[in-house]
């Protein structure tokens, strides 16, 4: 038997969110993180989406942990899911390990998975998994305790970024461990997955401290009350905010259950630290003139029901926009939030608050390595197979160019798919098959696969809305025995529309003599209406909602 | 009397599209530009929007014309229905006039208005309007023949930048008269009315050349055939690539329907030359060497049913991917768009194109002056009044702080809202009014004001679809003569499902028999179900379809 090492992404790659990938050996199975995606356009009424783990069901017993490289949402947020059906001990960063319990927590009682399945680890003290070995080493993110992992697998080593940047002045002191990655390669990589995100970018990603510096000046300089939005898992930001209210003598407020949440937890755990106990509540700050206040809340994509936008829009119980304010967008709008953010911001401006966003002013850097410190990356492991993970296709394509460059030849790149099957052996690698990749969307309480007709259901009805049109008659059919009965939404408004549905109904009454005396009646009818009335009612208004004839025989 | 001149947005202030703006003096009246905006998330089913004319057809006497500032569908899309209603003459530049005459001969059926309305003008050559007398002047734009106005009244003068940049070295070599707009504005200038999209944003806006450049470069490097994407309104883009086709021995096709009308429309007219003849057809490249083809398509916005994005679906007729293309994204994704820019994108990468795009090589620039050219302006014409045009809410913000930093005092600056009216007179200005504004939505073959009770029934639908719950009883309400009928879409497979209906099917019979003494019987079982259906599938399912109850008497 030759020995093998497969490399199954089910996440992650060719989107930006639900990051997991399986490294299997033999009878022995490791997955790395298992994140959620947030729904895309289109997606509608989708809460989220969770990676497919149907391939790691089907082998239950052979995984022997879940190993977490950060504590974001992309890489913990489908555990409570992943966990239900798959109760296997997940292996994360202090941080992360925290984060993760708030979360099952949350979702204790709808789900019935225990936060005792999570176990924090420390950097540098090699974990085995079967026959793999993982040691987590510390890399520099957009939020505290970030690792990549190092794995050693009996054809040799992995190493997996995690999500990083090379950031020399991070805010919790602790950069990218590039000696102990260097040390780690000494003896060569067998395989590098690294972070793409950002491949398609030249040069170095900022440091935070820029950020942290733009922060302190706007503080320093505002004659007002400061709100700052940014993501409630940006703990190393609030310190920055802390910090900065600190040393210009102002009380900082935490909005948005999960921005409060998180700081708490992260106070508790050492993440952050407020010497000065400057740290209060919204309602304290009522209380203070407005030179003395800052407020850090959520809401920097203009989610819909998040702090900053109910602030926006005036709907929100405890804060209120007033002259004088100066409000941060300390996040760059994810694609897909443009308008969202676009729409925030003016309400801000509207509301007569000083506004500052990443197109005027540096008040956010992301967390992710450009085309530099990939090139250092790949330069300091030199691996003999490199696959590029962490993004959408063309990050991907971009990130292989680059190793390339750089000298790994083109046959040892594989610029995979969800779901592709990587067969790496003594005898060289390649693609051996797809297992199911496909997303699984949650939208409601319950965990559901929602069936992709259900998704198409709702464009379709979102386009042009639909028309239910009900004929009771008397089986067998000889007899209508009311008025065709017309329901329809998103269609037009029906009240101010009597006469186009009076001639639909005299159409209906129309099809129905006309069908009497042929076989299959009912069938027919309902075919019928759905192209005749389907076809008036485009004529007549330029639309196609959708036509759902309704036949009641009594 | 005091003579009064009213300033009227009735479009494009606090939105980037359908721009119009009214001036009045005394019985007269002329329009500025007649635009429409596409649609954005959440507007679902909505083919356009168009600004509201009631103001203007309550006083369509007054009309004197339409002057149009240049031929791009937020300035022009919206004529052919306000046309319809308020048939008054349009002046244009002439390649907005031809144009407009491509677009109006498309609805000449459906709306029976006649290109007699068109007529094309030139610049310096003033016209009358009752007591207002308009001259256009050259400005620069990503479209030729491109305008400013001044506009005589009888209290002074007003400059309308129309959208504008100030590119010294534009493809067709007319850019921005400054001589024209210093000359007009020696005796002064009441009000400045000037195009604040890029206010936010410092410096110089690049000029068309650097794209040509880029263009020239990528095209006399490409190994295979080159695919450009762009807008169908950018004629100049057009130009170039001709230019660069004839200089490396390379023939250009044009594909997508509005594309090729406005090549031909702009070659008849002379705003495209092609001395060497290196246009040809679709057809004829498909016998060319691929070194030997550039494509040059609709579809830089991601569009569904465009030209490019069916290529990179491969559902395209005529063309498809080869390895070995190269395709070239001569755009900017209009926020909003992003998620389909980027999707179109790595598609054509897993076709085995090679994909060059705004974020990696500099092949686009827009079209619209940064802050040194918005001040260049300010400074040229020093106006009494300023109202920023043509932005969102923060880009007049952006651009009413820039005229307050060149000197214009903040009570002479307007930051308005479409609708506002703005009263100027010689005793100074303030917002006297408002006047309807509201958006009106076009969507289906005619011309429909869509409620918007009907948007939001769409988007209730496109959450979690409906379920519609047929009950069919006695008259009078003894006795259900049918199970309850129960149609659902949106929502979840109901055939999957099918004890859930059931159940719901029993609630349903439960609560005819407790209602069936009360009086207002009918009424009360409507609510009923609705309550009662509508919580039993929330707990079930975690989603909130629409719930329909409808109750036939027989």
Known sequence: ??????????????????????????????????????????????????????????????????????????????????????????????????LIEVKLKEHRRSLGVDRDFVKPVDPGIPLNFGQFSVEWFRVCHSIPDAMGLAINTPLGLVIHTGDFKIDYTPVDGNPT???????????????????????????????????GDALERVIATAEGRVMI?????????????????????????????????????????????????????????????????IIMTTGSQGEPTSALVRIANDEHR?????????????????????TLVSKTIDNLFRKGAQVLYDKIATVHVHGHASQEELKLILNLTSPRYFVPVHGQHRHLKSHAHLANDLGTPHQNIFVLEDGDVLEISHNGASVVGHVPSGPIYLDGRRIWGLENTVLDERRALSRDG??????????????????????????????????LMNEARILILDIFNESQNETDFVDNIVTKIKEVVGGFLRKETGRRPVIIPMVVEV
Chains 1, 2 share one sequence.
């Open 229 to 293: 939005a940014s993501f409630a898992s940006l703990i190393s930001r609030m310190q920055v905010v802390i910090d900065a209210a600190q040393a210009n003598g102002r009380r900082v407020a935490f909005v948005g259950r999960s921005m409060v949440d998180n700081v708490n937890m992260a106070l508790k755990m050492g993440y952050i630290s407020d010497p000065a106990r400057v740290i209060t509540t919204i309602k304290e700050v009522g209380n203070l003139p407005a030179n003395e206040v």
């Open 466 to 499: 639909f028309v239910v049109v009900n004929i009771t008659i008397e089986k067998g059919g000889a007899t209508v025995l009311s008025t065709p009965e017309i329901v329809s939404m998103g269609f037009i408004d029906i009240d101010e529309n009597d006469e």
């Open 318 to 338: 405890e804060v209120s926009i007033m002259s004088g304010d100066t409000v941060v967008i300390s996040a760059t709008p994810i694609p897909g939030n443009e």
């Open 177 to 211: 461990d590039l000696n102990k990655l260097a040390d780690l390669s000494k003896d060569g990589v067998l395989l590098l997955l690294s972070d793409s995100t950002y491949a398609e970018v030249p040069g170095y990603t900022k440091s935070e401290k820029v950020v």
């Open 1 to 98: 038997m030759i020995e093998s090492l497969k490399v199954i992404p089910l996440g992650g790659l060719g989107e930006i969110g639900k990051n997991m990938l399986a490294l299997e050996y033999h009878d022995d199975i490791i997955v790395i993180d298992a994140g959620v995606l947030f729904p895309e356009e289109g997606m509608l009424g989708v809460d989220f989406v969770i990676p497919d783990i149907s391939y790691l069901l089907e082998r239950a017993h052979m995984v022997r942990g879940i190993v977490i490289t950060h504590g974001h949402e992309d890489h913990i947020g489908a555990l409570p899911y992943v966990l239900r059906d798959l109760p296997v001990p997940v292996y994360a960063p202090r941080l992360a390990a925290g």
